[in-house]
Every structure is written in C-alpha cells, then in structure tokens.
Nanobody, 124 residues
Framework: QVQLVESGGGLVQAGGSLRLSCAAS????????MGWFRQAPGKEREFVCG????????CYADSVKGRFTISRDNIKKTVYLQMNSLKPEDTAVYYC?????????????????WGQGTQVTVSS
C-alpha cells in the first residue's frame, strides 16, 4: 500500500531552519506531483508548496515564498522541504501529499495520498 512518511519536524527558535523529508513507498514516485501542506490548531489545512514530477517546476504560497524550498529525489523517492527564516506563524503540523496528475494543485482535495504529519513549532 502507499505510504508517505514525514520526518524532520521539531522545535526551533524564530529565525532558525528545519528540513523536512517525506519518504514514499508503494507508488511510482516519479509519476506523482508532490505537495506540502500545513495545519495550525483551529485552522484549516493550507497549501505550502508543490513540485512537479521532474522537479523542474515548483509552486509556493505567498506566505513562504523566499523562505521555503521544495525539492525531490526521484531515485530516493523522497521529497524535501527546506524551511529557513522560520516565524512563529509557521507553527503547524506539516503534511506531504501525492497527486497522480501532471500539474501541481493547491487544494488538499486534489491530492490522493497523505502522510501522517510532522509537528513544527517555532518559538518567539
């Protein structure tokens, strides 16, 4: 069965960095668009960024543009999220998701598979 397993979350001070990883199994990874979403307490899940199948095209929410970078390694079947200049408002559970389409989507309902999430907490 398909599994997406996130790792790399934790507690960091404002201005710090974290790198999240999402390891995929049970699917042909290189044929899936990958996305990162996050959900803060009391808020809806929101799109963070996405990457197309080859890694040549990326898309970012305005709130993270210039601070976060998504990348993928199709050999390792892993997608990464490098998060720099973290802010307290970045605190959330971060989820990776896989979409069996060509184009990156920003709506959570357009993704087929989800990981269990990893907590990121940014202290002020």
């Amino acid at each position: 069965q398909v599994q997406l397993v996130e790792s790399g979350g934790g507690l960091v001070q404002a201005g710090g960095s974290l790198r999240l990883s999402c390891a995929a199994s049970g699917l042909t990874f290189s044929t899936y668009v990958m996305g990162w979403f996050r959900q803060a307490p009391g808020k809806e899940r929101e799109f963070v960024c996405g990457i197309n199948r080859s890694g040549g095209s990326t898309c970012y929410a305005d709130s993270v543009k210039g601070r976060f970078t998504i990348s993928r390694d199709n050999i390792k079947k892993t997608v990464y999220l490098q998060m720099n200049s973290l802010k307290p408002e970045d605190t959330a559970v971060y989820y990776c998701a896989a979409r069996d389409r060509i184009v990156v989507a920003t709506r959570s309902r357009d993704y087929d598979y989800w990981g269990q999430g990893t907590q990121v907490t940014v202290s002020s």
